[in-house]
């Protein structure tokens, strides 16, 4: 008995840790690379209760990333059609080589603000596209690309 407590307890906990996500997922990038022409699409459902939000960028790069940044494209389509495009610039890596973000083996994650303090004007299906605007057309070392929405406290 004691052990089921203390798993719904640890079931809980980790829910709880995370209540302020609205939406988070990765897309997969394969080991051809990330084609410059390719983009990780996102669809975030915003409900309409007019709740400040953090939008993040999340990268996992390998070892083996040829730079130490990346500038990535975006464009966002609210549910009536309005686009938002805009360019950004992450470092991932200090000028000593040392990568940054948290690491297992051979894989670096890092988690990006993009825009703090967002309100999303109108309910509906909000929709992410990502591409990679580096000057590589096959651009190898990225191993996945996220997208994470919060409610801001």
Same mark, same amino acid.
């Given at each position: ?6 798993? +719904?307890?640890?079931? %809980?906990? @980790? /829910? ?12 997969? $990038? ?39 940044? +990346?500038?990535?494209? %975006?464009? @966002? /389509? ?12 992450? $470092? ?62």
């Amino acid at each position: 008995m004691k052990n089921i407590l203390r798993g +719904i307890a640890i079931i %809980l906990l @980790i /829910v709880a840790c995370d209540a302020n996500r609205v939406y988070e997922d990765y897309k997969f $990038i394969g080991e051809e690379g990330w084609h410059k022409d390719s983009a990780a699409r996102f669809q975030v459902p915003v409900d309409s209760s007019g709740s400040s939000h953090n939008v993040y960028i999340n990268i996992r790069n390998k070892g083996n990333y040829p730079n130490s940044n +990346i500038w990535l494209f %975006l464009e @966002i /389509v609210s549910p009536q059609g309005k686009v938002l495009t805009d360019t950004v610039e992450y $470092i991932l890596a200090e000028k000593s080589g040392k990568w940054r973000g948290s690491g297992i083996g051979d894989l670096f994650d890092n988690q990006f603000l993009y825009r703090k303090n967002v309100h999303f004007d109108e309910p509906g299906e909000y929709r992410f596209a990502i591409r990679q605007g580096m000057r590589a057309q096959q651009l190898k070392g990225i191993h996945d690309i996220g997208l994470r929405v919060e409610k801001q406290n």
